[in-house]
């Protein structure tokens, strides 16, 4: 969810509490009858917040505590260590690995995810049947597992049995172990990342193309632009509201990345694709140690708040110009 | 883009689109166009191979997937390996799982989010403005941060490797409860005071007055949840650990990491996981569409 949002709910929510203020309150039948007034709410409330608050905000708080502590999941002392775990971090070259891992897949999926779903967007907006099918086509990675098309994938780039590589051959190229080789398992994953998203920002974009009224941009024709310059000068600047949510949401899926790597890489090979959720997996579900696990998902959620805080800081900027 | 600023710019051009008929036709008028659906074309091949190679080879021998040359479809079609994939796995039991787990998600996600988001809609009470804020405040923490303590919750519930593990702790979300806020306050007020003084209870006015107006929102939300636990795959890897209670994606996953990989059973598995979605998709592709939508709802 776009931090963006949230001045529209606080106006929404200071109006809510100015309507449900100031009654005048009688006596104790007064508080009685409030209580009934109120007993709705927190029934209908009651389900979702005792979910959030059992598995949601005390894991949070939890996972903060735990990140405090030399917390394995199988002994039941945890020493306080302070600040430790997130001090081996810095000396972790692994961890150093895996960001960096993840920044240059969020720096190459992010633009990539984004560029395709505009082009592909501009050039499907128009209501045709062909369109409508190709739309159709682009979209089907979203709705796909990840994880299964990672085991496809992992097939198709196979030296023995992939098309791929078959394809690169034909064309004489030499035959390639992608998902082995320390050059290539990387950028695999990285185009594995853009192939299922792609559809994601497509659908973002049409919908903001519809908002666009057609007689902005046919009055641009009509005092001479032409299409490239319409584009440029135009549809991108009216789509800037929409470019933001899309770059925000595919950094925050991209810094998140998982599943293909696990399935195709394992985080291999020579840990050239680990990522730092993968690394939270291995450490937090394969060795068992708590507290390490924690101290990454809090650094990781903070690289998270931090790079979305500054793409928002960088748009706003921009709009002031 | 594709197109070239410089051949795209018609001579002659009234309406911003070039007219073939203002002029002789000249070839390079034609390459933008030409361009962008070739382009477009070799887009679409690539979005569509990882499909069609799973879905021939999920009818191939094995011998047929180490043929020369390679192929996508078949030479020897076969329903071998749909037949194969219910011995060489549990098979129905990951099916099984995927619907409860997917399901169970969905179901008591869009009853309880709706409950809330009518309570913070529609009911006054003392807290409701912070417990609105809690909700969008767990809407930012990724949730990796809660993975780790969690599963230990889950695993001192003793709840590994069970439904209700699965099910529990995701039976209800910030971002569906959003959502439905959304929604719901964009339903005339008029509607449910009316009720109200006619001395309808609030569960009668959430259930037959608020429910059915929010059904697109619903339905939005369903494909959202449903789509997203279907195709979950770190959750229920965490989760869970005997075979017996993984969803499709971590079963599959599972199988391939075998010694001897059998690639025509497992892309048969990997069809019949995809099947339901597509299904779905082709049905009600607004749905899946509007979800996304959803997600920027301002």
């Keep these: ?321 | 883009m594709s197109t070239n600023p410089m051949t795209s710019r018609p001579p002659v051009s009234i309406r911003g689109r070039t007219s073939y008929l203002d002029g002789r036709w000249r070839w390079w008028r034609a390459l933008p166009a030409a361009t962008k659906w070739v382009l477009l074309l070799a887009g679409a091949a690539i979005t569509v191979l990882p499909f069609l190679w799973m879905l021939g080879t999920s009818f191939k021998p094995e011998s047929d997937v180490f043929g020369y040359p390679l192929r996508l479809q078949p030479t020897h079609p076969t329903l071998a390996n749909y037949a194969a994939i219910w011995q060489d796995l549990p098979f129905l039991r990951l099916i099984v799982n995927s619907v409860v787990f997917a399901g169970g998600v969905t179901v008591c996600s869009l009853f309880f989010d709706s409950l809330a988001a009518y309570a913070l809609s529609r009911l006054r009470f003392p807290g409701r403005d912070l417990a609105f804020y809690l909700v969008l405040a767990t809407l930012m923490v990724p949730f990796q941060v809660t993975l780790v303590p969690v599963f230990q919750l889950v695993f001192q519930l003793h709840w590994l490797n069970t439904y209700q593990g699965l099910i529990v702790p995701r039976a209800t979300s910030a971002f569906g409860i959003f959502l439905l806020r959304q929604f719901f306050i964009t339903v005339p007020r008029e509607l449910d005071e009316a009720a109200r003084i006619d001395g309808a209870s609030e569960w009668y006015i959430y259930r037959r007055i608020m429910l059915p107006l929010a059904k697109p929102a619903l339905a939005t939300l369903a494909v959202f949840y449903f789509m997203n636990n279907w195709n979950d795959f770190l959750w229920p890897l965490v989760m869970t650990s005997s075979t017996n209670m993984r969803n499709l994606p971590a079963g599959l996953t599972l199988f391939a990491g075998q010694y001897v990989v059998e690639h025509g059973v497992l892309m048969a598995g990997a069809v019949i996981s995809l099947l339901p979605l597509a299904v779905a998709f082709v049905l009600a592709q607004r749905y899946f569409v509007q979800g996304i939508a959803a997600t920027g709802i301002k």
């Design chain 1, 1 to 321: 969810m776009p931090p963006n949002t949230a001045g529209h709910i606080t106006a929404r929510v200071s109006e809510g509490r100015a309507a449900a203020g100031g009654r005048p309150s009688a006596a104790r039948s007064g508080a009685r009858r409030r209580w009934r007034k109120a007993a709705p709410g927190y029934l209908f409330l009651l389900p979702s917040s005792a979910i959030l608050l059992v598995f949601v905000v005390y894991p949070i708080a939890q996972s903060l505590w735990m990140s405090l502590h030399d917390w394995s999941f199988f002994s039941s002392s945890h020493p306080f260590v302070g600040l430790g775990n997130y001090r081996a971090l810095l000396h972790d070259p692994r961890f150093w690995n895996a960001l960096r891992n993840t920044a240059v897949y969020t720096a190459v999926v992010v633009p990539g995810q984004v560029g395709a779903g505009l082009a592909l967007a501009v050039a499907l907006q128009r209501n045709s049947l062909v369109n409508k099918f190709l739309r159709s086509v682009f979209f089907f990675p979203v709705i796909s597992a990840l994880a299964t098309m990672g085991i496809v994938w992992k097939f198709l780039l196979d030296p023995q049995i992939g098309i791929i590589n078959h394809l690169l051959v034909a064309v004489g190229l030499p035959d390639t172990d992608f998902l082995q080789s320390t050059t290539w398992a990387l950028p695999a994953v990285i185009a594995v990342g853009i192939w299922k998203s792609a559809g994601f920002s497509m659908v973002i974009y049409l919908a903001a193309l519809q908002d666009i009224p057609r007689s902005v941009t046919e009055a641009a024709a009509v005092d001479g632009a032409g299409p490239w310059p319409r584009f440029w000068r135009i549809t991108l600047p009216m789509l800037r509201q929409s470019t933001l949510f899309a770059v925000v949401l595919a950094t925050i899926t991209s810094m998140q990345l998982f599943d293909q790597v696990y399935v195709m890489t394992s985080g291999g090979p020579l840990f050239h694709t680990d990522t730092l959720v993968t690394y939270l997996y291995q450490v937090g579900f394969q060795d068992f140690r708590s507290g390490y696990a924690a101290a990454i998902s809090w650094v990781l959620f903070l690289l998270i708040l931090l790079v979305s805080m500054l793409q928002l800081r960088l748009f706003r900027f921009k709009e002031t110009d």
